[in-house]
C-alpha cells in the first residue's frame, strides 16, 4: 500500500520476517510450542526434510532460521496453505514480521512521506531512531507514543472540520 501510493521503505533488508506466524500474524509460534508438533501442507504432508524436522524438534533451529523463511515464502508465494499440527490444534501458518530497523519513511507526526492521510506508527515507521538496529522496548514505546500523537492529530482534524 505504501509503495503504491508513493511512499518509501527504508532499510528493507532490515525487516526480520519469522516464519511461525498465526492468528492472521498476530502472534508467533516459538521454542517449546514449535518441538511439540509438525509443519504440514494442506494434505498433511511434512513441509520440511529430516534435517529441519530434528532441528525443529529438538528446538534448535535457529542456525537454519534462512532456510525456514525461505521454504515458508515460497509455500506462500505459490498460494499453498501451511499449517501447525500438535495434540491440541490445527492451525494456520504465515511468514509474518516480527521486528525491522528499518521500515516506511514518515515525518516527524508519522504521517507517510508522499502519502497524505496514511500514518505509520510503533516499529514500521522508519525516523531514524533505530540507527540500523534494534532497540529493546522500542516498538512497545514507540507504538504508545506514535499512537498518542496520531490520536491528538486525528482529534484536531477532525475538530477543525466542524468549528
Do not use: W
Not at 9 to 28: A, K, T
Not at 81 to 102: C, L, M, S
Not at 123 to 133: F, L, T, V
Amino acid at each position: 500500500m505504501v509503495a503504491k501510493n508513493g511512499g518509501e521503505i527504508i532499510n528493507i533488508n532490515e525487516i526480520f520476517i519469522h516464519p511461525f506466524g498465526y492468528s492472521e500474524g498476530r502472534r508467533i509460534l516459538i521454542g517449546k510450542d514449535v518441538s511439540q508438533g509438525k509443519f504440514v501442507d494442506k494434505k498433511g504432508k511434512n513441509i520440511f526434510d529430516e534435517f529441519i524436522e530434528s532441528k525443529l524438534k529438538n528446538d534448535n533451529y535457529h542456525n537454519v532460521f534462512d532456510k525456514l523463511v525461505s521454504k515458508m515464502m515460497y509455500y506462500n508465494f505459490i498460494g499453498e496453505e501451511i499449517y501447525f499440527i500438535d495434540k491440541n490444534r490445527k492451525i494456520k501458518i504465515v511468514p509474518t514480521v516480527h521486528y525491522t530497523a528499518g521500515g516506511i519513511k514518515s515525518d516527524y507526526l508519522g504521517e507517510v512521506e508522499n502519502c497524505g492521510n496514511l500514518y505509520a506508527i510503533g516499529e514500521c515507521r522508519y525516523d531514524g531512531n533505530k540507527n540500523g538496529g534494534r532497540l529493546p522496548g522500542y516498538a512497545l514505546t514507540s507504538a504508545i507514543v506514535d499512537g498518542k500523537v496520531l490520536s491528538n492529530i486525528l482529534e484536531n482534524k477532525l475538530n477543525s472540520q466542524y468549528l
